[in-house]
């Protein structure tokens, strides 16, 4: 293959990637955007890859037929990091994990994480509940920080806890639905001690039982990201609106699970496209600045 076929194909693969995160990426595309080219390319492989994995363990078939896939991604990983990738995102994330110096073991954490799912419904203390978040979310800050360039070894302790908060509010947000498809992620002794039961959940029933669960839930969210604001000056000037954008649009999408009374059992909670719009402009501004700032 020619120097330039080779080119032509990395670009597309790059491009395949883009378009699986422009389509599937609600939230986190308008912060990706304010990434660097470069960069920001290889934030799309790295999320399009976590896609394919967190498809296979949500979609369709039976249990054995989802972890003879997630063992064939295990194995596409392995190959593709010893230098025969196969298929676009394959491809680019090859690419990537050589370009910025990611190690394998986090890629396959992403895959430990949702295998997780096939197996296990229910969390017994937050012990167990931490250590399914770090998987599947940690482990993407952690191949984040190595995109963005950082000046600490530090900042990994915060990307760690930035992906914790964000999860963690993804399953406040998703409390009725995931319950709705038998998968409880509030830790049982947890719904215990503020005497909710999981019928209750099912059951869509807002009570101050509920509320206190709840409340409970987003003050450790919410610790989580005011713990993680010390990453953003130990990233290099150019990546630091992509992870401020992200702090900031899961921060919103917690204060609005609060402000409408924890009612996640109707309407998805979302932000409008105009608030992610105007953070994506603030966070380009913010960018232009530090960076001539820096230089």
């Given at each position: 293959?020619?120097?330039?076929?080779?080119?032509?194909?990395?670009?597309?693969?790059?491009?395949?990637?883009?378009?699986?995160?422009?389509?599937?990426?609600?939230?986190?595309?308008?912060?990706?955007?304010?990434?660097?080219?470069?960069?920001?390319?290889?934030?799309?492989?790295?999320?399009?890859?976590?896609?394919?994995?967190?498809?296979?363990?949500?979609?369709?078939?039976?249990?054995?037929?989802?972890?003879?896939?997630?063992?064939?991604?295990?194995?596409?990983?392995?190959?593709?990091?010893?230098?025969?990738?196969?298929?676009?995102?394959?491809?680019?994330?090859?690419?990537?994990?050589?370009?910025?110096?990611?190690?394998?073991?986090?890629?396959?954490?992403?895959?430990?994480?949702?295998?997780?799912?096939?197996?296990?419904?229910?969390?017994?203390?937050?012990?167990?509940?931490?250590?399914?978040?770090?998987?599947?979310?940690?482990?993407?800050?952690?191949?984040?920080?190595?995109?963005?360039?950082?000046?600490?070894?530090?900042?990994?302790?915060?990307?760690?806890?930035?992906?914790?908060?964000?999860?963690?509010?993804?399953?406040?947000?998703?409390?009725?639905?995931?319950?709705?498809?038998?998968?409880?992620?509030?830790?049982?002794?947890?719904?215990?001690?503020?005497?909710?039961?999981e019928e209750q959940l099912r059951a869509g029933i807002i009570d101050e039982n509920?509320?206190?669960?709840?409340?409970?839930?987003?003050?450790?969210?919410?610790?989580?990201?005011?713990?993680?604001?010390?990453?953003?000056?130990?990233?290099?000037?150019?990546?630091?609106?992509?992870?401020?954008?992200?702090?900031?649009?899961?921060?919103?999408?917690?204060?609005?699970?609060?402000?409408?009374?924890?009612?996640?059992?109707?309407?998805?909670?979302?932000?409008?496209?105009?608030?992610?719009?105007?953070?994506?402009?603030?966070?380009?501004?913010?960018?232009?600045?530090?960076?001539?700032r820096s230089q």
């Amino acid at each position: 293959m020619s120097v330039t076929s080779k080119s032509d194909s990395l670009s597309f693969a790059y491009d395949e990637c883009q378009a699986i995160t422009r389509r599937e990426a609600r939230n986190f595309y308008y912060a990706f955007v304010t990434l660097p080219k470069a960069r920001r390319r290889s934030i799309y492989a790295a999320y399009a890859f976590s896609r394919i994995a967190d498809d296979i363990a949500d979609g369709g078939g039976d249990l054995e037929s989802k972890a003879a896939e997630l063992r064939e991604l295990r194995e596409s990983l392995r190959a593709a990091l010893n230098g025969a990738p196969e298929g676009a995102i394959m491809v680019a994330l090859a690419d990537s994990a050589a370009t910025y110096n990611i190690p394998e073991s986090l890629f396959s954490d992403i895959i430990d994480g949702v295998e997780m799912d096939l197996t296990k419904n229910r969390y017994a203390t937050f012990d167990e509940l931490r250590e399914y978040c770090y998987r599947v979310a940690s482990t993407v800050g952690l191949i984040s920080v190595q995109i963005f360039g950082y000046t600490s070894p530090e900042a990994k302790a915060h990307a760690i806890n930035l992906g914790l908060a964000m999860q963690l509010t993804n399953i406040i947000r998703d409390v009725g639905e995931d319950a709705g498809n038998d998968r409880i992620y509030i830790p049982q002794e947890e719904l215990a001690r503020f005497g909710c039961t999981e019928e209750q959940l099912r059951a869509g029933i807002i009570d101050e039982n509920f509320m206190g669960l709840m409340r409970f839930q987003t003050e450790r969210a919410r610790g989580y990201f005011m713990s993680s604001t010390d990453l953003f000056p130990l990233l290099q000037p150019h990546s630091r609106g992509c992870a401020s954008g992200l702090h900031q649009l899961y921060s919103k999408l917690l204060n609005r699970i609060e402000r409408r009374g924890y009612d996640v059992f109707g309407e998805r909670v979302s932000l409008p496209v105009w608030e992610k719009l105007r953070l994506t402009f603030t966070l380009w501004a913010t960018n232009f600045i530090t960076q001539n700032r820096s230089q």
